[in-house]
T-cell receptor
Framework: GQNIDQPTEMTATEGAIVQINCTYQ??????LFWYQQHAGEAPTFLSY????GLEEKGRFSSFLSRSKGYSYLLLKELQMKDSASYLC?????????????FGAGTRLAVHP | EPEVTQTPSHQVTQMGQEVILRCVPI?????FYWYRQILGQKVEFLVS????????KSEIFDDQFSVERPDGSNFTLKIRSTKLEDSAMYFC????????????FGSGTQLSVL
């Protein structure tokens, strides 16, 4: 099965950098996703890591260590609009079909 | 970017009533999903659908739930006799099935069971 752990809440200041951690345990590894979810809205895709290392995409970067079962999402130059939940998710592959299993999410509050 | 569309955006129903939530997945996608999110909780997998049949379902997806692709575009979730605990946001999602399983989500249907 899958188990995903993330901090429940974080706060940060506008313009700062914040790192959101995720640890996971899976029976097989098919990559790791990060999604952003604003309150009352659908999750939207941020990043996908399948190899170890850092993937940078503008203000957001995502890191993966497969040996440690660990990932983080790094948000730079925080803006108020970055206040949202950040969901770590791993594919679960069974019977020939993939589905995403989500962590509980980390609710980030950005303050002026 | 292509979108998954869901209707209605909000649905209020009485306990015991049947509801049908509708979704139009992205046109060239092959795998379809329903997820739900109870307020303040995590996004939970309900069911996946491929080649006109259910490929996997969670323990939440009991006999009260069913899915259907009645034509070439729509994908529906039916709850036969709603319970108070079915109140949640229901998300439809689809993927292309090319091995990189990025889910594209619809904007969701907020179901309130009174």
């Amino acid at each position: 099965g899958q188990n995903i752990d993330q901090p429940t809440e974080m706060t940060a200041t506008e313009g700062a950098i914040v790192q959101i951690n995720c640890t996971y345990q899976t029976s097989g590894f098919n990559g790791l996703f990060w999604y952003q979810q604003h309150a009352g809205e659908a999750p939207t895709f941020l990043s996908y890591n399948v190899l170890d290392g850092l993937e940078e995409k503008g203000r957001f970067s995502s890191f993966l260590s497969r040996s440690k079962g660990y990932s983080y999402l790094l948000l730079k130059e925080l803006q108020m609009k970055d206040s949202a939940s950040y969901l770590c998710a791993v594919p679960s592959f069974s019977g020939g079909y993939n589905k995403l299993i989500f962590g509980a999410g980390t609710r980030l509050a950005v303050h002026p | 970017e292509p979108e998954v569309t869901q209707t209605p955006s909000h649905q209020v129903t009485q306990m015991g009533q049947e509801v049908i939530l509708r979704c139009v997945p992205i046109s060239n996608h092959l795998y379809f999903y329903w997820y739900r999110q109870i307020l303040g909780q995590k996004v939970e997998f309900l069911v996946s659908f491929y080649n006109n049949e259910i490929s996997e379902k969670s323990e939440i997806f009991d006999d009260q739930f069913s899915v259907e692709r009645p034509d070439g575009s729509n994908f529906t979730l039916k709850i036969r006799s709603t319970k108070l605990e079915d109140s949640a946001m229901y998300f439809c999602a689809s993927t292309s099935g090319d091995g990189y399983e990025k889910l594209f989500f619809g904007s969701g249907t907020q179901l309130s069971v009174l």
